[in-house]
C-alpha cells in the first residue's frame, strides 16, 4: 500500500513539474491501469491503460515522459511482473496460479 502511494504522489510530482502541461493537465484525476481476467490464474490477468489525453495518472506522466501507452493490447500481469528490476519472475506451484519475486545476484 506504501508503495502505491508513493508512485501515486511521485505521478502528481512529475505531472506538477512537467512545463509541457499547461493550466490544469497537471492535475490526475485516477490511476489510468485497469486490469480484467481476475478469475484467470494471475500470469494471465489482462493490464490495460487508459486512453492517450485523459487526465489519468499513467497516462498523463507516460506523456509528459514521451513513453507511449498500450492501451488497446493488454500487457499480461506475468510480463509486467518479469520486468521489475532486479527479480525474475518464478512460477509458484500449479495449484496456487501466481507468481512470487526472487532475488538475483
Known amino acids: ?57 499513467f497516462v498523463k506522466v507516460s506523456e509528459v515522459l514521451d513513453s507511449p501507452v498500450w492501451q488497446r493490447d493488454p500487457v499480461r500481469s506475468e510480463d509486467v511482473w518479469a520486468s521489475c528490476p532486479r527479480t525474475t519472475a518464478t512460477p509458484s506451484p500449479p495449484e496456487i496460479g501466481s507468481l512470487r519475486c526472487t532475488r538475483t545476484k
Open 1 to 57: 500500500m506504501q508503495v502505491f502511494y508513493g508512485l501515486t504522489q511521485a505521478g502528481r510530482a512529475i505531472a506538477a513539474a512537467a512545463v509541457t502541461l499547461k493550466g490544469q493537465d497537471w492535475n490526475l484525476a485516477s490511476h489510468g491501469i485497469k486490469a480484467t481476467g481476475f478469475h484467470l490464474p494471475f500470469p494471465d490477468i489482462e493490464i490495460r491503460t487508459d486512453q492517450p489525453g485523459t487526465q489519468d495518472s
